[in-house]
């Protein structure tokens, strides 16, 4: 019964559009922007292959930036949806 209710309430599922990749590469950009200004120590080891092509960005704060990115991303993508911009 309870797998019932949990059905008839799930929302219409997001398919994935052009918009919602765009969405994720802007919030991934505002986020390494973001940590370019605000990480203390950006170039911290292990190093990447070629950093001047990554911002000058070690491996942790690659990771993290593009990390916080795409929660950032998924929230907008997610609430959008849920407002009905999707």
Do not use: C, D, Q
């Not at 929302?11 to 200004?37: Q, R, Y």
Request: hydrophobic letters at 50%.
């Amino acid at each position: 019964m309870l797998t019932s209710t949990l059905l008839a309430a799930a929302t219409a599922p997001l398919e994935w559009s052009p918009t919602v990749g765009i969405l994720m590469i802007v919030a991934n950009i505002f986020a390494i922007t973001f940590g370019k200004f605000s990480i203390k120590y950006p170039s911290s080891e292990p190093a990447l292959p070629s950093s001047n092509l990554f911002g000058g960005f070690g491996l942790p704060a690659l990771l993290a930036t593009t990390a916080f990115g795409h929660i950032l991303g998924v929230g907008l993508i997610l609430g959008l949806h849920y407002l009905g911009r999707f």
